[in-house]
C-alpha cells in the first residue's frame, strides 16, 4: 500500500467528500484513515485557510510525483514509542 494526504469534508450524511478528484486507478478499494482534530478556540484560528490549502497543495503534489510512503514503513517501529 502507499499512503496519500488529502483534505474533505464530511456532510450531513456522514459521507466524506473529497475536495480535489483522485487521479489514480478507477473501481479500485481504498482504505481510509480520518483524522479529525480537536477544535479549540486557540487552534480554530491557527488553522486558516491558506494553511490548509498549502499543506494540501504539497501533499497533492508529492502523490502526483510518487513522493509517497509506503504504509507498511509508516507504521514501522509504532511499538517502540
Keep these: 500500500m502507499k499512503a496519500i494526504k488529502v483534505m ?7 459521507q466524506l467528500c473529497v475536495d480535489e478528484p483522485l487521479k489514480l486507478e478507477q ?3 481504498v482504505e481510509v484513515i480520518v ?5 479549540t478556540e486557540s487552534n480554530k484560528e491557527e488553522q486558516s485557510k491558506e494553511a490548509i490549502l498549502a499543506d494540501f497543495r504539497q501533499a497533492w503534489h508529492e ?4 513522493k509517497t510512503i509506503p504504509v507498511a514503513q509508516i507504521w514501522e517501529g509504532i511499538d517502540d514509542v
Aim: glycine content about 10%; proline content about 5%.
Design 8 to 14: 474533505a469534508t464530511i456532510d450531513k450524511q456522514g
Design 27 to 29: 473501481n479500485i478499494r
Design 35 to 39: 483524522l479529525i482534530p480537536e477544535v
Design 63 to 66: 502523490a502526483m510525483t510518487g
